[in-house]
């Protein structure tokens, strides 16, 4: 079997086998994960959902930034104090809701100069007409830290 190409074919051939060489010899520039971030980000999800389903609202604010952006897919932006108003109305419900992050869900993500992003999903449990109501939901949330304190600056809830 003959081959015979054009000098056209051989630049082309040569470009696309250059290109794809350079896209493979690539590397990753974000550092991975230490697992110092990992226990980090995970005891923060911990404290963070210890003080939502113990309904302490002023300690579970306190985990999050002023700027704090909050997108839902059914509900856009939702403004800090529309937020954290649905949280206090949450909070004063008798209806028992509480959070638990699904094991084995969590990633964690360094942030340069930043802090962490955690994705993960979570259920939330709640009695509704005398019956417990599970739904599951997926997440992403902005850790920011700065002088040493972490804080949320954008959660991304999503998949409802």
Not at 17 to 32: R, Y
Not at 36 to 61: G, P, Q, T, V
Not at 123 to 142: A, S, V
Request: charge should be negative; aromatic fraction near 16%.
């Amino acid at each position: 079997m003959k081959f015979s190409f054009s000098c056209k074919q051989i630049i082309i051939l040569s470009f696309l086998f250059l290109f794809f060489i350079d896209l493979h010899a690539q590397e990753k520039k974000v550092a991975p994960t230490s697992q110092s971030l990992y226990a980090e980000i995970a005891k923060m999800d911990s404290i963070l959902f210890a003080e939502f389903n113990a309904k302490h609202f002023e300690a579970f604010k306190n985990l999050f930034t002023e700027d704090l952006e909050w997108f839902q897919d059914n509900d856009g932006l939702v403004p800090y104090q529309k937020v954290f108003e649905n949280f206090g109305n949450a909070f004063g419900n008798e209806n028992r809701l509480t959070r638990e992050l699904v094991k084995g869900s969590l990633e964690v993500h360094p942030l340069k100069n930043y802090g962490a992003i955690e994705i993960g999903t979570h259920q939330f449990r709640h009695i509704e007409n005398g019956k417990e109501e599970i739904g599951t939901f997926k997440f992403l949330m902005i850790w920011q830290n700065k002088d040493g304190a972490w804080k949320i600056s954008r959660v991304v809830s999503y998949d409802h």
